[in-house]
């Protein structure tokens, strides 16, 4: 990924799992299965700050295109974006 002309890159490690666990800064990543799609949902619960932000990826059309979903909900803003990757 890039912004601003500069490459970005994140790592996160996560676990597989449908509770959402908590870490004593309040944040909180996992990663499941919500029917055949695959979801990863990160954010914050914290006293002064509580967001989200979820991805969602999931195959359509026999594997022939890629639908990613996008949610940001706090800090200032929400948004939803929906890319369609389609395969050549």
Known sequence: MSAAGESVERAWESILSDEIPV??????????????????????????????????YQLLDSGQRLRAVEQMRGRGGNFDNTWIFDKR
């Open 23 to 56: 870490v004593d800064s309040a944040f909180y990543s996992r990663l499941f299965w919500e029917g055949d799609a695959l979801v990863f949902e990160c954010g914050s619960k914290g006293a002064d700050e509580t967001w989200s932000m979820l991805w969602q």
